[in-house]
T-cell receptor
Framework: NAGVTQTPKFRILKIGQSMTLQCTQDMNHNYMYWYRQDPGMGLKLIYYSVGAGITDKGEVPNGYNVSRSTTEDFPLRLELAAPSQTSVYFC????????????FGSGTRLTVV | KQEVTQIPAALSVPEGENLVLNCSFTDSAIYNLQWFRQDPGKGLTSLLLIQSSQREQTSGRLNASLDKSSGRSTLYIAASQPGDSATYLCAWPRIGSARQLTFGSGTQLTVLP
């Protein structure tokens, strides 16, 4: 089972560039999430989706956009990259059953220079 | 805003010791609480999920307890091994949402051979 797959694993961007972080899951989960983790800190929610065609903002959405055209895919778009977006990004998914746990991807380490 | 405190921030113990990691939260209105393990440069692995109606969960050498009235959860690791070295995170769904997790900043555990 692949679980949650993220690409790329590493990326260096120049200030002002844009990129898309890819996330796909094969567990037919309705709920998907994007988190960022800054060094020595916990994870903060960027965006989430409760199903295809439905997305909403999390705690730190500024500078990011998402889409959810299929159940499997939940890409995260960075527009006009800034040094403050240097972080590790994690995609996760969960069943819509009330007490179901999360499955995380292995992360994308992004550096903006 | 929910606050998630994990104490200690770092812990170093000799192999074979039993240890307790603490997670404190300020709101008792939670649906469940999940403990994760994060290895350096890796994603998050779910260790234990405690539903709000439960008081504890066990998996192998791990035991997690939940006391909503006091706003505390503990993760007990028995007979620690060097392979247990990692960062341990507690998390639970944010207020008003059954799906968005709020994370603590974690406890970095080192088990010395």
């Amino acid at each position: 089972n692949a679980g949650v797959t993220q690409t790329p694993k590493f990326r260096i961007l120049k200030i002002g560039q844009s990129m898309t972080l890819q996330c796909t899951q094969d567990m037919n989960h309705n709920y998907m999430y994007w988190y960022r983790q800054d060094p020595g800190m916990g994870l903060k929610l960027i965006y989430y989706s409760v199903g295809a065609g439905i997305t909403d903002k999390g705690e730190v959405p500024n500078g990011y956009n998402v889409s959810r055209s299929t159940t499997e895919d939940f890409p995260l778009r960075l527009e006009l990259a800034a040094p403050s977006q240097t972080s590790v990004y994690f995609c996760a998914s969960s069943s819509d059953r009330r007490n179901y746990g999360y499955t995380f991807g292995s992360g994308t380490r992004l550096t903006v220079v | 805003k929910q606050e998630v405190t994990q104490i200690p921030a770092a812990l170093s113990v000799p192999e074979g010791e039993n240890l307790v990691l603490n997670c404190s939260f300020t709101d008792s209105a939670i649906y469940n609480l999940q403990w994760f393990r994060q290895d350096p440069g890796k994603g998050l692995t779910s260790l234990l999920l405690i539903q709000s109606s439960q008081r504890e969960q066990t998996s192998g050498r791990l035991n997690a307890s939940l006391d909503k009235s006091s706003g505390r959860s503990t993760l007990y690791i028995a007979a620690s091994q060097p392979g247990d070295s990692a960062t341990y995170l507690c998390a639970w769904p944010r207020i008003g949402s059954a799906r968005q997790l709020t994370f603590g900043s974690g406890t970095q555990l080192t088990v010395l051979p």
